[in-house]
């Protein structure tokens, strides 16, 4: 049995439901469920997860703008230090956000996106023929799921399981463009 509760009668909703049916508990977020705790405004990338058709593409997209807001301030070890962190806060914050979702990697958590797209950014070279395919190629393969995305994203769960999954198709990404880049002139 699905239900959806608003964010102000989650905890009576969870207190009356079973340990079992607490895993198909649907709360159905808004800005004020977002505002509530800074780990939900967080996992839902800024609001961009609030989208109401492909919230995954949106928070994909919100990694670009703060891609070229660090890229001037940050050295690339820095970045990658950066990035680091932002994976293990992410973490924290995705887990945090599901279990107050009753769903542990619900589409509209989705900062996982956004750490694993600005990992792509990094390694991407320069030119919007580049950034384009990088985000062609880092959506292509966070939708499809090949082994062994699909494992990890099926088995793990909590906020690591949420972020580990984007991060394999992150990869998938970042050796297609370099496989395209070692054939062209």
Same mark, same amino acid.
């Given at each position: 049995?699905?239900?959806?509760?608003?964010?102000?009668?989650?905890?009576?909703?969870?207190?009356?439901?079973?340990?079992?049916?607490?895993?198909?508990?649907?709360?159905?977020?808004?800005?004020?469920?977002?505002?509530?705790?800074?780990?939900?405004?967080?996992?839902?990338?800024?609001?961009?997860? /609030?989208?109401?058709?492909?919230? =995954?593409?949106?928070?994909? $997209?919100? !990694? &670009?703008? %703060?891609?070229?807001?660090?890229?001037?301030?940050?050295?690339?070890?820095?970045?990658?230090?950066?990035?680091?962190?932002?994976?293990?806060?992410?973490?924290?914050?995705?887990?945090?956000?599901?279990?107050?979702?009753?769903?542990?990697?619900?589409?509209?958590?989705?900062?996982?996106?956004?750490?694993?797209?600005?990992?792509? /950014?990094?390694?991407?070279?320069? =030119?919007?023929?580049?950034? $384009?395919? !990088? &985000?062609? %190629?880092?959506?292509?393969?966070?939708?499809?799921?090949?082994?062994?995305?699909?494992?990890?994203?099926?088995?793990?769960?909590?906020?690591?399981?949420?972020?580990?999954?984007?991060?394999?198709?992150?990869?998938?990404?970042?050796?297609?463009?370099?496989?395209?880049?070692?054939?062209?002139?």
């Amino acid at each position: 049995m699905m239900r959806t509760v608003q964010p102000s009668n989650l905890k009576a909703a969870a207190m009356s439901t079973s340990e079992h049916e607490s895993d198909e508990l649907i709360v159905k977020p808004d800005w004020q469920f977002l505002c509530k705790h800074p780990a939900h405004f967080l996992a839902f990338g800024f609001g961009s997860g /609030l989208a109401p058709k492909a919230p =995954g593409t949106f928070g994909t $997209l919100v !990694a &670009f703008p %703060l891609y070229w807001l660090l890229l001037p301030y940050l050295t690339d070890t820095g970045f990658i230090i950066f990035l680091f962190i932002a994976f293990a806060i992410g973490v924290k914050a995705c887990d945090i956000t599901g279990k107050a979702l009753g769903v542990a990697d619900y589409g509209g958590i989705v900062w996982d996106e956004v750490v694993a797209m600005l990992l792509v /950014l990094f390694f991407t070279p320069g =030119g919007w023929e580049w950034s $384009l395919l !990088a &985000f062609a %190629l880092f959506r292509f393969f966070d939708i499809v799921k090949p082994p062994p995305i699909r494992h990890f994203d099926k088995n793990w769960h909590g906020g690591l399981g949420v972020m580990f999954d984007d991060l394999l198709a992150a990869g998938y990404a970042l050796l297609c463009m370099a496989l395209i880049r070692s054939v062209l002139p």
